[in-house]
C-alpha cells in the first residue's frame, strides 16, 4: 500500500512558529553606526583653519619661490630653521640657546609683570569704580598715562633701575595695568542696586563687601581687562626685549635681524603667535569657570 504525500497548506496554519529568514539582508535595512558628534564637532572647528592655512602657505610659495623674492618660501624656512625646530632646548654659551630657552625667559618676564598689573589694577579700578571721589582725581590721569606707548617708558625705566630686566618687567606692567583699570572700574559702577542693598542688609565690612559683592558682580569686566592686558603684554616683552639684549623671544628676533637669518625670523614670529594665542585662551578658560560661562570666550 502506497501512502500519498500530505499537502500542507501554510494558510491554514495561521500560528505556525515557522519564520523564514533571508539570506541575505538588503544595503538599505542594515544599521549606520551614527558619526560621533564630538568628531563632528572637531572636524568642524578644525578644518576650515587648516584649509585656510593650507591655502595661505601654497599662496606664500608661489609667490616666493623665485630667486629674487626677499622673503623666503615655507619650504625654505623648514630647511633653513630645521635644526632651530627639532632641539628647541639647545643650551649654549651665552645667549646661543634653543627657542624654548628664550621664549621661556620672555614668559618669566610677562608673568612676573602681568601679575604685578593684575593686582594693582584691579586694587585701582575697585576704588576709581566704587568713590566718586577717586573717580574724579585719578581718572582724568590714568587717561593721559594710558595713551604713552609702551616702549616710551623703556629709558625712563632704565635710568631708574639700571638694568634690563627689572625695566622689562617695568614696561609690561605699565602697559597691562590700563585696561585692567579701567574695565574693573566700569564693572563696578555697573553692579546692580539690588544687590548693594543686600549687602547693607547684611551689614557687610568692606572686606567681605569687596570679595562677596564686588569682584563675583564684576567679575566679567575684570577678565575681559585681563585678557587685553596679557595681549598687551606679550606685545611688549618683544618689543622691549629687541632694545634690552639678554635671552628672550624679542632679543633672538632683532640678533636674527641683525645676521640676516630672515627664516629664523619668521620661525620666531609663529611661535610668538602661538604662545599669545596660548595665553589668551588661558586667561579665557579661567575666566569661563570663573563667571560660569557667562563671559564669552
Not at 622673503?71 to 630653521?81: H, K
Not at 598689573?117 to 584691579?122: D, Q, R, V
Not at 639684549?245 to 628676533?253: A, D, Q, T
Amino acid at each position: 500500500m502506497t501512502v500519498s504525500p500530505v499537502r500542507i497548506n501554510r494558510q491554514e496554519q495561521p500560528h505556525s512558529q515557522a519564520k523564514v529568514v533571508p539570506l541575505s539582508t538588503p544595503k538599505s535595512s542594515v544599521a549606520r553606526r551614527p558619526f560621533p558628534q564630538w568628531l563632528s564637532a572637531l572636524a568642524g572647528h578644525m578644518l576650515p583653519p587648516l584649509v585656510t592655512l593650507a591655502f595661505l602657505l601654497v599662496l606664500w610659495e608661489v609667490i616666493c619661490s623665485s630667486p629674487t623674492a626677499s622673503v623666503p618660501p615655507p619650504s625654505r624656512v623648514v630647511s633653513e630653521t630645521w635644526e632651530l625646530i627639532v632641539d628647541p632646548f639647545y643650551v649654549g654659551q651665552g645667549v646661543d640657546q634653543g627657542l624654548f630657552w628664550h621664549i621661556l625667559a620672555s614668559l618669566r618676564r610677562v608673568a612676573f609683570g602681568y601679575c604685578l598689573a593684575a593686582i594693582a589694577g584691579i586694587a585701582l579700578g575697585a576704588l576709581v569704580g566704587q568713590s566718586d571721589w577717586a573717580m574724579r582725581g585719578l581718572d582724568p590721569i590714568f587717561q593721559v598715562l594710558r595713551t604713552v606707548p609702551p616702549l616710551a617708558w623703556l629709558p625712563l625705566s632704565l635710568a631708574a633701575f639700571k638694568d634690563g630686566n627689572p625695566s622689562a618687567i617695568f614696561v609690561i606692567f605699565i602697559t597691562a595695568i590700563w585696561p585692567i583699570i579701567i574695565n574693573t572700574a566700569v564693572g563696578i559702577r555697573n553692579i546692580p542696586q539690588d544687590y548693594r542693598n543686600v549687602a547693607k542688609v547684611l551689614r557687610l565690612n568692606q572686606f567681605e563687601y569687596f570679595t562677596k559683592i564686588m569682584i563675583p558682580a564684576a567679575a566679567p569686566y575684570i577678565f575681559t581687562g585681563l585678557r587685553i592686558g596679557i595681549g598687551l603684554s606679550w606685545l611688549a616683552i618683544v618689543a622691549a626685549e629687541m632694545l634690552i639684549g639678554g635671552v628672550g623671544i624679542g632679543f633672538f628676533i632683532w640678533d636674527a635681524w641683525n645676521s640676516s637669518r630672515i627664516s629664523d625670523i619668521i620661525l620666531a614670529l609663529i611661535y610668538v603667535g602661538i604662545v599669545g594665542y596660548l595665553l589668551d585662551r588661558a586667561i579665557a578658560s579661567v575666566a569661563k569657570v570663573v563667571t560660569r560661562n557667562t563671559l564669552s570666550a
